[in-house]
Every structure is written in structure tokens, then in C-alpha cells.
């Protein structure tokens, strides 16, 4: 651990002086994470570590900084509070840990789960430092098959696809309006409100819309509703309704249910409706672009349901390029068709890519096992 960040840990950490022996333990508890584990446990019937410095406990923390494990200060403390807790089960949906898998090694008799959390990049997987001479869990419940094929040859696990945790917890609703949403990736660090590619999708189908008199309504991911707006204001895009979702949990879900056409780049959110059953397209514009011209225009976007390699460039409900016209046609197809026809045509592709199960129960027999 860097002397500046553990400095900051030890100034800026709410510092715990008691803990619980508990069967089951939540690795991570950034944002929603506790709250997702309670949909299938008792918040009574697991403690929490955190991994980023929210919460320490004085007395582990003290046993890490004098215990003999040969590793730096922060691995230390995740192992000493493993050991004092005395978990017999852990869960983490932080996936990209890569500590988290090197744990069952020194707990053999500890079972391990890792929950995917959301879309992986390619990057997002090269940058997995794991290996299989030590990288080993009980359990890895992941987003599709082509995601458990790619782990594999990283991390020794039992790989069961669900889809979507959090989408597996929500109701399939029917109901919608005849309104058309785009979900947004915008990150915080970006230097323009809008990124190049996002604008460009937006420009295309609003100026569209406007003619239909239909308003683009956008979701945001973060808080920067009055500098997106002013943004496109600014560039004559004036048919935009656009939306945050707060922080409230599960909230964006919710929100998407209620339209009839959802469109997005690569969002995990989009994954998620198709498997709600709402019909979503995606335009992956800048998926077949070099690392230049994303150094540029915007965040990287990964071609449609990557890392899957059988997928062309251009399907009935996506396309990873901007052609302007392909881009209409496939969005006048998809809207206009009925919702339960447009299911059953791509009920093999989305299956394939996000399988769904209700309520979560194979990941719940799992871990109550």
C-alpha cells in the first residue's frame, strides 16, 4: 500500500472496535453490494469487509500489521479478518479483485464466490492479474457462457451463467409508454459533457425523432444533468428530455421498464432490459476503431455481445458501426415491431448473451448449501 493512500485510509476510514463471528461474509461492500447480498441473506446473517478503506477494524488491524504473512499491509488485513470472523462463506461481486482469488489457497476450507457485476472490456480482462497457478475459487457465477470461457483460462472455478444478479432480481414488467430512452455511459473524468461517439448517436436519432415528434429522453449515470443538457442546447439538439436516476437502488431499472425502445453503446444496463424482455437496440460506434482515435473521441466500447466472437458487425437489433442509414432502418424495424414478436425472433441471441435466472435461485441454493 502506497504511504499516501494509507495515510488517507487511516485518517478518512470509520474505525470499528468489535466484530462478529459470522457463517457468511460479503467481501466489498462498496455501493449497493450489501444491499444486493441482502436480497438472498438476512442483513443479520453476514458481516461485511471492506476492501477500499470505508470501514477498519482497530484490533484486525493491528494483528495485520504484526502477523507474519509475507504480503503487504492491505492483503494482510483482508486475511486477518477472514481468519478472526471465521466466515465459513464468502461472497464478493467485486469480480476484478484480484486478491479475492488468491484466497482460497490460504482458506481451503472456506468456500469462495465471485458474482460478475457487469460487462467486462477486453482490457477490463487483460487487466485481470490473475493465473491459474493461484487464482482458485468454489464459484463463479458470470453473465453468459462466452464470459466463463474467457475466465477460465484465468481462474479455477465452478462457472455457472445467470444473466444479471441485479436484473434477475426485478419483475418482468410489460407495460410501457411509446417513448424512447438512450442510456448514457458518460464518466466523470471525460474532459466534454458529452463524449464524440455518444453525441453523434444522439445528433442522429433526436433530429429523427423530431420529425416524428417524438422527444429523446436520456438517462444519465451520474450527476452532470445541467452540463449534458447545456451541451447539446448549445448545439441546436433541442428534442431532449434528460434524466438522473439518483442513486437509488435499482432505480435505472425501473425507469427503462417504462419505455417502449431502449438504445445504448455497450451499457451493462442494456444487457440487463433484454433480459427484462424489452426491446433495446445497440450502436456500438467506436467498437471497430483503433486506440488513437479513442485516445480522442471518447471511452472505449466493445462490439456487440463481446466476448462473444460469432457475432457479425450488423445484426437485427445492432450494429458496431455509424452508418446513418442502416442505423434509422434498424431503429424504425425494432420500434415499430410488436414486443412479443421481437422476442421470440431474438430469443436465441439474447438467451446466448443473457440468460436470466428468476430471483436468483441457483446462486441462492449455492451459497445456502
Same mark, same amino acid.
Given at each position: ?13 470509520? +474505525?470499528? *472496535?468489535?466484530?462478529?463471528? @459470522? ?7 462498496? !455501493?449497493?453490494?450489501? !444491499?444486493?447480498? %441482502? ?6 446473517? *453476514? #458481516? ?20 507474519? +504473512? ?24 467485486? =469480480? ?15 468456500? *469462495? ?7 467486462? %472490456? ?11 497457478? #493461484? #487464482?482458485?475459487? =468454489? ?16 481462474? @479455477? ?29 458518460? $464518466?466523470?473524468?471525460? =474532459? ?33 444533468? &445541467? ?10 439538439? &433541442? ?25 445504448? $453503446? ?10 427484462? @424482455? ?9 467498437? !471497430?476503431?483503433?486506440?488513437? +482515435? ?5 471511452? /472505449?466500447?466493445? /462490439? ?21 442509414? !442502416? ?10 415491431? =410488436?414486443?412479443?414478436? +421481437? ?5 436465441? $441471441?439474447?438467451? #446466448? ?17
Amino acid at each position: 500500500m502506497k504511504l499516501n493512500k494509507a495515510i488517507n485510509f487511516l485518517l478518512f476510514s470509520k +474505525w470499528k *472496535f468489535l466484530y462478529k463471528e @459470522k457463517y457468511f461474509l460479503l467481501f466489498d461492500g462498496f !455501493r449497493d453490494s450489501k !444491499r444486493k447480498l %441482502s436480497n438472498i441473506l438476512s442483513n443479520q446473517n *453476514f #458481516s461485511v469487509l471492506y476492501t477500499r478503506g470505508e470501514e477498519i477494524n482497530f484490533s484486525i488491524f493491528l494483528s495485520a500489521l504484526f502477523s507474519y +504473512w509475507p504480503k503487504k499491509l492491505s492483503t494482510r488485513y483482508l486475511i486477518e479478518y477472514i481468519r478472526k470472523t471465521n466466515a465459513k462463506v464468502i461472497v464478493t461481486f467485486f =469480480d476484478t479483485h484480484h486478491g479475492f482469488f488468491e484466497l482460497k489457497k490460504i482458506f481451503p476450507n472456506k468456500k *469462495f464466490i465471485a458474482i460478475q457485476a457487469g460487462i467486462k %472490456s477486453k482490457q477490463g480482462l487483460k487487466k485481470l492479474k490473475c493465473n491459474l497457478r #493461484s #487464482s482458485e475459487i =468454489d464459484h463463479y457465477f458470470t453473465i453468459n457462457e462466452y464470459y466463463s470461457k474467457q475466465l477460465k483460462k484465468k481462474i @479455477k472455478a465452478n462457472y455457472t451463467s445467470i444473466g444479471s444478479f441485479n436484473a434477475n432480481q426485478i419483475k418482468i414488467n410489460k407495460y410501457s409508454t411509446n417513448e424512447i430512452i438512450f442510456i448514457s455511459k458518460q $464518466t466523470l473524468d471525460y =474532459d466534454k459533457p458529452v463524449p464524440h461517439h455518444e453525441f453523434k448517436i444522439i445528433a442522429l436519432i433526436s433530429k429523427y425523432l423530431e420529425k416524428k415528434k417524438i422527444k429523446l429522453h436520456i438517462l444519465l449515470k451520474h450527476d452532470i444533468k &445541467n452540463d449534458y443538457l447545456k451541451y447539446l442546447l448549445d448545439r441546436n439538439l &433541442n428534442n431532449i428530455k434528460v434524466i438522473y436516476a439518483r442513486k437509488k437502488y435499482l432505480l435505472s431499472y425501473k425507469i427503462c421498464q417504462k419505455y417502449k425502445l431502449i438504445i445504448n $453503446t455497450d451499457s451493462t444496463l442494456g444487457y440487463e432490459m433484454l433480459s427484462l @424482455k424489452k426491446k433495446v437496440i445497440f450502436i456500438n460506434y467506436g467498437s !471497430r476503431e483503433n486506440d488513437k +482515435w479513442i485516445k480522442k473521441n471518447g471511452y /472505449p466500447v466493445t /462490439p456487440f455481445g463481446y466476448p462473444a466472437s460469432g457475432f457479425k458487425d450488423n445484426g437485427f437489433f445492432w450494429t458496431n458501426l455509424f452508418d446513418k442509414k !442502416r442505423i434509422i432502418n434498424m431503429f424504425e424495424k425494432n420500434y415499430s415491431m =410488436d414486443i412479443k414478436k +421481437w422476442h421470440n425472433k431474438n430469443l436465441k $441471441t439474447i438467451s #446466448s448473451i443473457i440468460p436470466r435466472d428468476g430471483n436468483n435461485k441457483i446462486v441462492c441454493n449455492c451459497i445456502k448449501k
